[in-house]
């Protein structure tokens, strides 16, 4: 069945980069749409970013210009790159596919920017 494990997450600091991964198993990963949310202390779960089967990107506009979604369908992998680091984003981020309209989820990473 649908398998996705995140990984990447951990504690930076402001300003730091952070790179995201996501394994995908169990599905035609190239026919999928991919993307990254994440759901912060006490907040709904919001889309950050979604990458198409042919590889087209969209971006949530609040962290547009510092956040890249990518995806390899050699290695069944989505990347989510993210610069910049504040406060305000830590969260626990999830991986997402959407397969013939439903929705499958990881369980996510955490990632805590603190000083």
């Known amino acids: 069945q649908v398998q996705l494990v995140e990984s990447g997450g951990g504690l930076v600091q402001p300003g730091e980069s952070l790179r995201l991964s996501c394994a995908a198993s169990g599905f035609d990963f190239s026919m999928a749409t991919m993307g990254w949310y994440r759901q912060a202390p006490g907040k709904q779960r919001e889309l950050l970013a979604q990458v198409t089967r042919r590889g087209l990107t969209n971006t949530k506009d609040s962290v547009r210009g510092r956040l890249a979604i990518s995806r390899d369908n050699t290695k069944n992998t989505v990347s989510l790159q993210i610069n910049s680091l504040k406060p305000e984003d830590t969260a626990v981020y999830y991986c997402?596919?959407?397969?013939?309209?439903?929705?499958?989820w990881g369980k996510g990473t955490l990632v805590t920017v603190s000083s």
């Open positions: 997402n596919a959407l397969i013939r309209l439903t929705d499958y």
